[in-house]
């Protein structure tokens, strides 16, 4: 008996392991050890998988086109295709979702004391002119850059292909072109408000108070308060990186390798959507967040009591200058009309 069922044991046990082998037949059969890239049908993830490329020879000089794919390559479409709207998406919706409830929450920031009919002179006529090329320039270069990124899927569809392609071709011109006066803004601006912007202890005392954003609180604060220096170094240090990354993109290959072209996109991508969602903030704080801030940059001048509840500082600096008849502005306190 003992026999029998030692012998079924062993029938049942060589069945079971052709079951097995039959199994795992077709997959070894698709991973050869070896692939001959000069075959007829050579499939394009074997030799991928094992040249780590798809490359031929060519007759041009430019030896750089005849790689056809690597693995970076496909790397890069994937952040290019979906991680890059992913984050753009995020960050851009996600701002103006934020600020939308912050408005509806906390409403527009009042002047608490009301207006003393008193203007001071905020910006020169020269530092209001750099302000506004710079932002003219970043509004053109943000559409047409989001164009890039999220046109065929959002605008496409909408416009069909040749208003599309028309569009694009435009936009794309006013993307380089319109690229070097919003570098000059950048450096301008840099050279122009760098005195101002250097983070200090009234910053920090600032941030902690909620900076008169978050609550009611009126913390002291200089010409440039700590958001304020914030917005600064965003736009100076995120210019500057947008407009390198951008120019290598722009002179393709002047100085880079196909890896180097792929990091410029992801730094110019990724830094440009972040940008974007920094500077809707400081267009919400500069128009419908802040009563009488919007003057500050369209007149060039505040009233004495906005200067008093939000840069008290800098208005104390300001009047001890005219009262030593230093002001560098002229009639820095002249009574509206
Ligand atoms: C000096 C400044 C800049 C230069 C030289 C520059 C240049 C470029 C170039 C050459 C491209 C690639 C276009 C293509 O693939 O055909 C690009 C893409 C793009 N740019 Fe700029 N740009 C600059 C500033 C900006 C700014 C300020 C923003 C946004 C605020 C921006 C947003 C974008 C976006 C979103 C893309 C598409 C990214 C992608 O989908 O790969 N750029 N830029």
Redesign the pocket.
């Known amino acids: 008996m003992a026999m029998v069922r030692a012998r079924i044991r062993l029938v049942m046990s060589a069945i079971a392991i052709l079951v097995l082998m039959a199994a795992a037949a077709p997959t070894l059969a698709q991973q050869p050890t070896s692939v001959d890239p000069t075959a007829d049908a050579v499939k394009e993830q074997q030799l991928l998988q094992q040249l780590q490329r798809i490359q031929g020879l060519g007759t041009i000089p430019d030896t750089k086109s005849y790689v056809i794919e690597q693995p970076m390559g496909r790397k890069w479409r994937q952040f ?1 295709e979906v991680w ?1 709207h992913w984050i753009g998406a995020i960050a851009v919706l996600g701002m103006l979702a934020v600020l939308i409830i912050f408005y509806l929450v906390r409403g527009m920031v009042r002047m608490e004391s009301g207006r003393s009919g008193i203007n001071i002179v905020r910006f020169s006529a020269f530092e209001r002119f750099v302000h506004w090329m710079t932002a003219t320039c ?1 509004v053109i ?2 559409l047409s ?2 164009n ?2 999220f046109g065929k899927d959002v605008l496409l569809p909408l416009m069909g292909p040749s208003t599309f392609s028309t569009w694009s071709l435009a936009a ?1 011109y006013a ?2 072109f319109i ?1 070097f006066p ?2 000059l803004g950048v450096i301008l601006i840099f050279f122009m408000w760098l005195a101002g912007n250097i983070p200090n202890k009234v910053d920090v005392a600032w941030f902690k108070r909620g900076g008169g954003i978050i609550g009611r609180d009126q913390p002291p604060a200089e010409r440039f308060n700590g958001g304020q220096k914030g917005v600064y170094w965003v736009v100076v240090l995120g210019g500057t990186a ?2 390198i990354s ?2 290598l ?2 002179f393709p290959f002047f100085g880079t390798t196909i890896a180097g072209m792929q990091l410029a ?1 992801v730094v ?2 990724v830094v ?2 972040l ?2 969602a920094a500077m809707l903030a400081h267009i919400y704080i500069g128009t419908v967040g802040m009563e009488g801030a919007f003057e500050a940059m369209g007149k060039g001048t505040v009233d004495l009591k906005w200067a008093e509840e939000h840069h008290s500082l800098w208005l104390q600096e300001e009047q001890a200058r005219a009262g030593r008849g230093e002001s560098r502005q002229q009639s820095s306190a002249t009574a509206a009309e």
């Open positions: 290019h890059l970043f270069l943000a850059g989001l890039i990124t794309k993307h380089n690229s919003f570098t947008v407009a951008g120019y993109l722009m996109q110019h991508g440009a959507v940008f974007i």
